[in-house]
């Protein structure tokens, strides 16, 4: 079974920092994908950033980037640059790579506020 | 906007009541999947429907059913409701052979009193 896990219940980082929300995961399969999604106080679940578990490099998306160490199994988050507009609940969550898509296993979350 | 809209937006009913939730995911995609989001349980993967058929089942009580249609949208019921059952529900979708996909919609918050 597939399991994630969100250490941080809460992060505060000052505006324009740095800051990595932190996620590992524990599987058996050998094929996989990780995800990040972000959650504002307006409820919406927004797809920020995906990595698989093939893929030799880091994933990046803007101002995201995802900290991905196989042997670990951590995908950790890094935020650079926060904004106001950042702070929300943020998600990591997996699923395996069976044919045809499957179902996403979600960590409790992160809630990350950004202090001006 | 993900593409996947989701009706209505918000829900208020009384215990014992029958809801239904209705979710049309983005074009092209095949996939729905119905989630659960509560504050005891965090986000939980309720049911999959792929191209009308179940393809996956998770913690879905059996209370709760739905179906995928033709036109591929899907409807998610609610029955026999009782005060846990409120929650957000969030409805996603996805393609055949896109791994790196999946996304979602608004949610329906309903409230049961």
């Known amino acids: 079974a597939q399991k994630i896990t969100q250490t941080q219940p809460g992060m505060f980082v000052q505006e324009k920092e740095a800051v990595t929300l932190d996620c590992t995961y524990d599987?058996?399969?050998?094929?996989?994908?990780l995800f990040w999604y972000k959650q504002p106080s307006s409820g919406e679940m927004i797809f920020l950033i995906y990595?698989?578990?093939?893929?030799?490099q880091n994933a990046t998306e803007g101002r995201y980037s995802l900290n991905f160490q196989k042997a670990r199994k951590s995908a950790n988050l890094v935020i650079s640059a926060s904004q106001l507009g950042d702070s929300a609940m943020y998600f990591c969550?997996?699923?395996?790579?069976?044919?045809?898509?499957?179902?996403?296993?979600f960590g409790k979350g992160t809630r990350l506020s950004v202090i001006a | 906007d993900s593409g996947v809209t989701q009706t209505p937006k918000h829900l208020i009913t009384a215990t014992g009541q029958r809801v239904t939730l209705r979710c049309s995911p983005r074009?092209?995609?095949?996939?729905v999947y119905w989630y659960q989001q509560s504050l005891d349980q965090g986000l939980q993967f309720l049911i999959q429907?792929?191209?009308?058929?179940?393809?996956a089942k998770g913690n879905i009580l059996e209370r709760f059913s739905a179906q995928q249609f033709p036109d591929l949208h899907s409807e998610l019921n609610l029955s026999s409701l009782e005060l846990g059952d409120s929650a957000l529900y969030f409805c996603?979708?996805?393609?055949?052979?896109?791994?790196?996909?999946?996304?979602f919609g608004p949610g329906t918050r309903l409230t049961v009193t």
């Open positions: 074009s092209g995609d095949l996939s």
């Open positions: 599987t058996s399969d050998q094929s996989y994908g």
């Open positions: 996603a979708s996805s393609v055949e052979g896109r791994r790196d996909e999946q996304y």
């Open positions: 990595q698989g578990s093939y893929d030799e």
């Open positions: 429907y792929y191209n009308g058929e179940e393809r």
């Open positions: 969550a997996m699923r395996e790579d069976e044919p045809g898509n499957t179902p996403l296993v």
